[in-house]
């Protein structure tokens, strides 16, 4: 790519990826028809529809719509490639086990963000999970996991309990532990209730799925969510879902027309206002650096950031997205003074530190904490930087963008998993970047 022109023009953002991959489980547990809209043309969503496919269900895809048929699914292993390179796959876990009483699947696949060698995602929250609802489990040699079960039976869970932290209700376990239990109560015999579920939309539009596919669902006056299992019996109602516009693509979008735009950037999707809802932590950090935003029901305009005050960030399950922080570290670089972004997720997730350092960035790592003293704008051109994970290369795309001359970014197929559109969307608002073959 070759940096320092600037964008102007406006973008559409599509549907959340994470939402989507929950939404796609969901729709394995019954018997129903689920019509998916706004689904993100991405990595994840390409290979979940095989995988849901291959193992007997019926899926089809129609633009940015997917109409999902599991009534006759019957699952497998996921001993397919395509089940070990995407992170998705293990939530097809529960509908695997009701079919089968068996299920193996890889572990995690995705972004290697997990501070276990090598990187891996942790596996033993989603066993555990399992386990209170009536399932054995073990961890293969062949880096899989297993879950038996002739039937679930409801319980009573505590999400806290997979927090690292349970004051500040974080940690890397939270999320997953959440989306498990719920698939898992959807299809067990008895009342379950899940306390303190991790809040965000993809733990919550999942709830919404199962109960439009069937569930009887409750939502306590204490906050707890009552799931009155049949067996998956009840779940054989066709429902029709629209995903909320992809929080962290808007995020993404907001950082480029902030940084790189000459003219205010207008992000567009339906349902706009539950995106900017539930980013109000991250609207909070781009209020306090000074970036001017205009909020509507179906858009965000960004204005182009000038004068931008340092900011602290506390990253955390309830609060900022883990995702977003690669984002907003990079936007932090613009500003005059320091800032700190303090990772209380996923504790390792500076992997695009190095690359914003060989840059011109000036900032380095205290543990899991990134200090950077602004401005320290990258400006220098003629560089090779590495993305070792999706955001990472998000921001590392961002700041070469911004960098007079050519840059050249490796791991740029990791953006495959999480934007469908993002680099046509960048040469549409005037940035020359392009792919280079494999």
Not at 116 to 125: A, D, I, L, Y
Not at 134 to 146: F, P, Q, V
Not at 408 to 415: E, M, T, Y
Request: net charge negative; with cysteine.
């Amino acid at each position: 790519m070759s940096g320092g022109k600037r964008l102007a023009g406006a973008v559409e953002a599509s549907g959340f990826k994470h939402s989507m991959v929950t939404t796609f489980a969901a729709a394995a547990l019954g018997r129903g028809t689920l019509r998916l809209a706004n689904c993100p043309d991405i990595a994840e969503t390409t290979a979940l529809t095989q995988l849901l496919a291959g193992g007997g269900a019926r899926v089809e895809r129609a633009g940015s719509t997917v109409t999902i048929d599991a009534s006759s699914f019957e699952g497998s292993d996921l001993d397919d490639p395509l089940a070990a390179r995407i992170h998705g796959s293990v939530y097809l876990l529960p509908a695997i086990l009701h079919r089968k009483g068996v299920a193996r699947v890889p572990y995690a696949g995705g972004c290697r963000i997990g501070s276990t060698s090598g990187g891996w995602r942790p596996t033993e929250h989603y066993l555990e999970v399992l386990r209170r609802f009536g399932a054995t489990t073990r961890e293969l040699s062949d880096r899989r996991i297993e879950a038996r079960a002739s039937r679930l039976h409801g319980c009573e869970i505590d999400l806290l309990d997979f927090t690292s932290d349970r004051e500040v209700r974080t940690g890397p376990l939270y999320s997953g532990a959440s989306k498990v239990a719920v698939l898992c109560a959807a299809l067990a015999e008895g009342v379950s209730v899940l306390r303190h579920l991790y809040p965000k939309p993809d733990v919550m539009d999942l709830v919404d799925a199962i109960e439009a596919l069937g569930a009887e669902v409750e939502r306590a006056a204490d906050g707890a969510v009552v799931i009155s299992g049949h067996g998956g019996a009840a779940l054989t109602r066709d429902a029709e879902l629209t995903l909320v516009p992809d929080l962290i693509e808007v995020v993404t979008w907001i950082v480029a027309g902030a940084k790189l735009a000459d003219a205010p950037l207008r992000i567009s999707a339906s349902g706009m206002d539950r995106a900017t809802r539930a980013l109000q932590p991250e609207l909070d950090v781009l209020q306090t650096m000074g970036v001017r935003l205009e909020l509507g029901p179906d858009h965000v305009v960004v204005h182009p950031a000038e004068g931008l005050r340092p900011v602290r960030v506390v990253v955390a399950s309830c609060g900022v997205y883990s995702d977003a922080q690669p984002l907003l570290a990079l936007l932090a670089c613009h500003a005059t003074g320091r800032s700190v972004v303090e990772e209380m997720v996923w504790t390792s997730r500076f992997g695009y530190a190095e690359g914003l350092r060989s840059l011109g960035a000036s900032l380095h790592t205290e543990g899991a904490t990134l200090v950077i003293d602004g401005p320290c704008v990258p400006r220098h051109a003629d560089r090779a930087v590495d993305a070792p994970d999706l955001r990472a290369a998000a921001a590392l795309l961002l700041a070469a963008l911004g960098v007079a001359g050519p840059t050249v970014l490796h791991g740029a197929q990791h953006l495959e998993r999480g934007y469908g559109r993002l680099l046509p969307q960048l040469r549409a608002l005037g940035a020359d970047v392009e792919l280079a073959p494999a």
